[in-house]
């Protein structure tokens, strides 16, 4: 072989060596469910830890890295997966509220994990209206999605499957992942759970999960609003007001049926027990109806009833939570079966937080804690140290660029999110945000929460409901159960001046431009009646 194609030879094989020898791109496994509270987490709290709700969840935190300080930037179920899909705030990216339409044209991440050679799925509830796009296998709930018997979206179409959503979701999420164990294609799996969504449904198997335990009241389950602003007062998600026995807690669901609910519920839990099949409809009926026969006898009213709905609704939410908790802990066998662990990261994390009776409440929405906060546990072996935490201020907003970040590629300009990577790394970088924005858009709505946007710090938070003009201030180290509305409070005039700069700082550094414009006094009435 003459010298030069020698040299040319002996370089390639070189190379082609140095390109074995390069570590394989790391897989990405997104399990994401729907309403599930940090608070709902043994890992995150242990108020629950008689009930231990989420062992498989927990494990997965000693495994990897918990975030503490993990937000939304706008506490409901479309904004937050469009945030997350594209990295960018709601205004840019155009889902402001439920019921708007994804625009899947734009820029996405999976978009981009394609491009640098990802195959990726997307399975489970996608509730964006417009079809999933960067995706090369898609089955999706419709809308919000059956617990039992579920319909499923898919590139050819409708199909229809017989069984409990979490498990159909994660059967068919470890289909999937069988068919890439062997292949040399990295890949990213958003396993997207409906569970725990209103209205509660839990699986067969845990309808009596529960049912000799007491679960603990939080402090706040019979605040009266006496400090907030008005909006806290007009909303419609209290346990004791607004919770149906029949819609959500599935008391005597057709004897009592009233086809004229005065309370505005939805009906979708009624609805779908209509879609049981004879043997599902005995299981929960047989799990149901001596627990319902108990209640009726007791006749019970006042705090003593709202005990009771808020027992009944916590232990459906927590059955629903316990599918979801096997679902991860299927996942995590399949990888370590399949010779997979190593080199998959894995993400546990669900759209907003959620009121678990907190404030008398159920549903999400506002930027109190509750709902504000986001679970997110990142198990990625050989980066993240195992069992750790970390105390920054982050959003779903970063998620896009961190997975970007994970594959190697390069963060778009346009991103507006950070990558998580330095911290995931256990470095803090000092130029990380002091404050985080946030923006809810979707009133008058079901629920009735005010538009609102805000700011929070490490220790502070200020929520300006604009459209009716009122505040609240609130100081998360000496009241962290935001009883105490402090903005008329002198001793925090400071503060409240810095915070309200800052707000209107982020305004314009995140680009909203939305209309933040007072109504008009007329307009304010009709909501206040
Ligand atoms: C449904 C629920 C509401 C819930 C919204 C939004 N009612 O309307 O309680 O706030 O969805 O939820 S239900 O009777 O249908 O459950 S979200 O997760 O999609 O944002
Ligand atoms: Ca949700």
């Not at 007009?234 to 309370?263: G, T």
């Not at 009906?267 to 009726?296: C, L, Y």
Request: net charge negative; proline share 6%; glycine share 6%.
């Amino acid at each position: 072989m003459p010298s030069i194609r020698r040299s040319i030879f002996v370089l390639l094989c070189l190379l082609s060596s140095l390109a074995a020898a390069e570590p394989k791109r790391p897989n990405i496994i997104f399990v994401f469910s729907d309403d599930h509270a940090p608070h709902a987490i043994g890992a995150y709290s242990d108020w629950l830890k008689d009930i231990n709700p989420t062992p498989n969840i927990d494990q997965l935190a000693r495994q990897g890295m918990l975030f503490r300080n993990s937000f939304c930037t706008n506490s409901i179920c479309g904004p937050s997966r469009a945030v997350i899909l594209t990295g960018k705030h709601s205004h840019l990216n155009g889902f402001m509220h439920n019921g708007n339409r994804f625009d899947g044209s734009q820029q996405t991440f999976p978009k981009i994990l394609q491009q640098h050679g990802y195959k990726t799925a997307m399975i489970g509830k996608w509730h964006l209206q417009s079809d999933p796009q960067g995706f090369d296998y898609w089955k999706v709930l419709p809308g919000q999605g059956d617990y039992y018997n579920p319909a499923l979206l898919t590139p050819d179409g409708k199909i229809q499957t017989q069984g409990h959503c979490t498990e159909i979701v994660t059967n068919l999420a470890l289909a999937w992942l069988k068919e890439q164990a062997t292949a040399e294609q990295p890949f990213m799996l958003m396993c997207q759970h409906k569970a725990p969504h209103r209205n509660w449904m839990p699986a067969p198997q845990h309808l009596t999960l529960y049912d000799d335990v007491t679960i603990p009241e939080p402090a706040t389950l019979f605040d009266k609003y006496e400090d907030n602003a008005n909006p806290a007062r007009y909303q419609e998600m209290e346990i004791d007001r607004h919770m149906h026995l029949v819609f959500d807690l599935f008391v005597s669901p057709e004897d009592d049926f009233d086809p004229n609910p005065k309370q505005s519920v939805d009906r979708s839990g009624f609805m779908n027990m209509k879609r049981m099949t004879a043997d599902q409809r005995r299981q929960w009926d047989e799990a149901f109806e001596p627990k319902n026969d108990a209640f009726k006898k007791a006749n019970l009213t006042g705090a003593e009833l709202v005990r009771w709905k808020y027992q009944r609704y916590m232990k459906n939410y927590l059955r629903c939570i316990k599918g979801v908790d096997d679902s991860v802990g299927r996942i995590m066998s399949f990888l370590q079966d399949n010779g997979l662990e190593d080199n998959t990261i894995v993400i546990y994390s669900s759209d907003q937080g959620f009121y678990l009776g907190d404030h008398g409440w159920y549903d999400k929405r506002w930027m109190y804690e509750e709902s504000l906060k986001m679970p997110l546990i990142v198990k990625w072996p050989g980066v993240a140290k195992a069992g750790s935490e970390d105390h920054h201020l982050v959003q779903n907003l970063d998620y896009a660029a961190t997975f970007l970040e994970m594959i190697g590629a390069t963060v778009p300009d346009d991103i507006q999110g950070r990558s998580l990577v330095p911290l995931l790394k256990g470095e803090s970088p000092s130029d990380w945000r002091q404050s985080i924005y946030y923006h809810y858009y979707e009133y008058p709505s079901v629920h009735m929460v005010a538009k609102h946007n805000g700011v929070r710090t490490d220790r502070y938070k200020l929520m300006h409901f604009y459209e009716f003009d009122e505040w609240e201030f609130y100081d998360l180290q000496n009241d962290p159960d935001e009883l105490r509305n402090e903005f008329q409070n002198p001793d925090y005039a400071n503060q409240i001046a810095n915070l309200k700069t800052e707000l209107a700082r982020l305004v314009q550094f995140y680009g909203d431009d939305s209309d933040l414009s007072e109504k008009d006094a007329a307009w304010q009435k009709q909501y206040r009646q």
